[in-house]
């Protein structure tokens, strides 16, 4: 059996189980009456338009009731080439079974999905729904897709899925969090929650000696030497480099947690969601 096949058996069992059963989803849906109105995205029921509302703003709304108010679930994940990293299993291959886990929680919730893969640019999307064969398409998408020599280009990563992602969503961002993030502008009108894939190695790395390294992002090779001294920069570095993105997500009120290659996504996606 494929690990693909594997990642997907073992999310669908872990959601849909009788033990995970307990509670309907690792969302949270609400009561019922009027809540608000919002702009018509495809695949609303037309008969919910409010014409009044609809007139005055020359584009479409619609009522929305919290017996029907659904979530909007959204997963990007960012797979430049230093997700191809992993002593136990890659990184890319942990942000497909996360992915997973999210997907068929929001389909077994009644909520919609949407799917973004994104480098420099958005390389693969899957439009909002409810179906949960779209699930099998999401992680494919996202286990298959060839990471190796992409780089990521983070500036305008915020501004493209502003515009993008029409509706109020919870947006979970999936990735090593390598370089400078900027999730203010999301934040505002979104819940955005970090979910960082890292690998122990990478963060306390042994002392080497003269290494050829090759970098899985740009794929050039270069002669290093990691001793005691550069294994302690680096780690300092990178120490200094989490804190600040770590008091960025505080300050924007964006939730984060750090998942290891030997770790289970389920677990720490669980305690994240009932600390939420």
């Not at 009027?34 to 695949?43: K, T």
């Not at 999210?102 to 973004?116: E, H, I, Y």
């Not at 300050?251 to 677990?267: G, H, M």
Request: glycine share 4%; charged share 30%.
């Amino acid at each position: 059996m494929s690990k693909l096949k594997k990642i997907l058996i073992k999310t669908k069992r872990q959601i849909f189980s009788e033990i995970a059963g307990n509670n309907p989803s690792i969302f949270e849906g609400e009561g019922f009456d009027f809540m608000e109105l919002r702009e018509y995205v495809y695949g609303d029921d037309v008969r919910k338009i409010d014409w009044n509302v609809t007139a005055r703003m020359q584009r479409p709304f619609i009522k929305v009731f919290k017996e029907e108010r659904e979530l909007n679930i959204v997963i990007i994940s960012l797979l430049g080439g230093s997700v191809h990293f992993g002593q136990k299993r890659f990184k890319q291959e942990l942000i497909a079974e996360t992915a997973a886990l999210l997907a068929f929680s929001a389909v077994k919730n009644g909520d919609v999905f949407s799917s973004f893969i994104f480098t420099d640019k958005v390389e693969s999307y899957i439009r909002p729904t409810k179906n949960i064969h779209a699930v099998t398409k999401c992680v494919t998408d996202i286990y298959e897709f060839d990471a190796l020599g992409k780089k990521l280009d983070l500036t305008q990563l915020s501004k493209q899925m502003y515009e993008k992602i029409k509706r109020k969503s919870i947006i979970f961002v999936l990735g090593d969090f390598f370089g400078d993030f900027d999730f203010k502008l999301l934040a505002r009108k979104h819940e955005v929650i970090c979910v960082m894939t890292r690998d122990k190695l990478e963060e306390h790395p042994p002392e080497l000696g003269f290494i050829n390294l090759i970098d899985p992002s740009s794929l050039e090779s270069s002669l290093m030497q990691i001793d005691a001294n550069s294994v302690q920069r680096y780690i300092k570095a990178l120490h200094d480099k989490d804190s600040e993105l770590f008091k960025h997500f505080r300050k924007n009120r964006i939730a984060f947690t750090k998942l290891y290659t030997d770790e289970e996504p389920f677990v720490k996606m669980s305690k994240l969601f009932l600390r939420r």
